[in-house]
């Protein structure tokens, strides 16, 4: 069993910057991968960043390369999502997640965190 609690959500500005965090509990492999998915207001969740647990390899969704970069230290079991030149469509929930067979599919997580909220003030 993995349990995922997020925080480092807020209000900030268009342009602003903010880093947020996934503390990890439980037994991981290095086969699982780690996502960040975010749910605006009124639309369906999303995939924004992933990174398998072992290796590091990383994957980003078009809308935010160049801008947001995943990170994990496995020591402390941490993931992070550090998001630079947020916009307002960046605003949403943001959740951590777990896949045990390494995919990125919001359907087919294993494991969610309960959220933290952004929003980005025009």
């Known amino acids: 069993q993995v349990q995922l609690v997020e925080s480092g959500g807020g209000l900030v500005q268009t342009g602003d910057s903010l880093k947020l965090s996934c503390a990890v509990s439980g037994r991981m492999f290095s086969s699982f991968a780690m996502g960040w998915f975010r749910q605006p207001p009124g639309k369906d969740r999303e995939f924004v960043a992933g990174?398998?647990?072992?290796?590091?390899?990383?994957k980003y969704a078009d809308s935010v390369k160049g801008r947001f970069t995943i990170s994990r230290t496995q020591a402390e079991k941490t993931l992070y999502l550090q998001m630079n030149g947020l916009r307002p469509d960046d605003t949403a929930a943001y959740y951590c997640?777990?896949?045990?067979?390494?995919?990125?599919?919001?359907?087919?997580?294993?494991?969610w965190g309960k959220g933290t909220l952004v929003t980005v003030s025009s």
């Open positions: 997640a777990v896949d045990r067979n390494g995919y990125y599919d919001v359907s087919g997580q294993d494991y």
């Open positions: 990174i398998r647990w072992g290796a590091g390899n990383t």
